[in-house]
């Protein structure tokens, strides 16, 4: 009964957490912050939440992901513009290039571990760059521009900035919550697994190798998710999307909101992202003062800002 009691109580916890959540997203635009802004943070975190999954709960350090990112943004905004497509069905068919994307890359570099599996996806996105770079409908270096935002569903108008906004709030929840239940099922649990003795969960009798090809492909799905939705918002999809740099973000992103946390991701997000936006006026020194901070959190604030936060208020983040 104990446990019982115990897990209700904990059940009710998180669903109001998620509700203030939320509700916090809903009312953030009436609060004096700009709705553009939180727009790009979403995003953002919803590309770091989907790349935690794979380095805080499997172990795996993918510096690839801005291949599935920015190819799904450029699909997207191909099929929207080019083809006609509603807003909502250029997100999924951008995602879903993303999702076989990432299968393809996954089953490939999965084979190989720790330095060499980072190597093998950098080069792999490396390729997806150079193929952005000269294919005829990503208009290379000039990218593609003023995708127009449509009408969702057939009937909302994306072009009202708040309409806009409710629904990449809506796309957000979505994913974070796609990604809340992986690890918080039984899939999740045998990721950690892998990641603290992949050896142990072998000799248990799992198919290790298929588990982190799924892992790697619900990651870059979510990824392109994201990516895709940038695309509407931003009405552009450009070679820095698929670039390496981007990459290196979305690894900062984690590890200064804190790797394998559940809130980690949107925190680091939030830093990266308005520090890139408020210091924009200083040009380039922006990247030496996030590069500074990132030093300063990696000897000081080890488990990042929440596991930090986690340690000292002896609470599970």
Not at 161 to 179: C, D, E, K, Q, R
Not at 186 to 202: D, H, Y
Not at 207 to 223: E, P, Y
Request: charged share 10%; with cysteine; net charge positive.
């Amino acid at each position: 009964m104990r446990r019982l009691s115990s897990f209700l109580a904990d059940r009710r916890v998180r669903l109001a957490g998620f509700a203030l959540g939320a509700l916090l997203i809903a009312i953030a635009p009436f609060l004096g912050l700009y709705p553009i802004y939180l727009m790009k943070l979403l995003c953002f975190a919803l590309f770091a939440f989907a790349f935690n999954l794979l380095l805080g709960y499997v172990g795996l350090l993918s510096f690839g992901h801005a291949a599935f990112f920015g190819m799904a943004a450029y699909v997207s905004a191909h099929a929207i513009k080019v083809w006609g497509l509603t807003p909502e069905l250029g997100i999924l068919t951008g995602t879903a290039v993303a999702c076989l994307l990432g299968a393809a890359f996954g089953s490939l570099a999965i084979r190989q571990r720790g330095i060499y599996f980072a190597m093998i996806t950098l080069a792999l996105a490396q390729m997806v760059y150079f193929f952005s770079l000269q294919a005829g409908f990503t208009h290379g270096e000039d990218g593609i521009q003023g995708v127009p935002r449509g009408h969702l569903l057939g009937f909302i108008d994306l072009s009202q900035t708040m309409n806009l906004y409710y629904f990449v709030m809506a796309v957000f929840i979505i994913g974070f919550y796609v990604i809340y239940r992986a690890i918080h099922s039984p899939f999740g649990q045998i990721l950690k697994a892998i990641r603290e003795n992949e050896t142990r969960v072998t000799s248990l009798g799992y198919n290790v190798s298929a588990l982190k090809v799924g892992a790697f492909t619900l990651s870059a799905t979510v990824t392109g998710l994201a990516g895709a939705t940038k695309a509407v918002v931003f009405q552009t999809a450009t070679l820095t999307d698929v670039h390496w740099t981007m990459s290196g973000e979305v690894v900062l992103m984690t590890l200064l909101g804190g790797m394998g946390t559940v809130l980690g991701p949107l925190v680091g997000a939030g830093v990266v992202i308005t520090l890139q936006d408020y210091l924009a006026g200083i040009g380039s020194w922006v990247t030496v003062i996030i590069g500074a901070i990132f030093v300063i959190c990696v000897l000081v604030f080890r488990r990042g800002i929440i596991g930090e936060l986690a340690r000292i208020l002896r609470i599970q983040a």
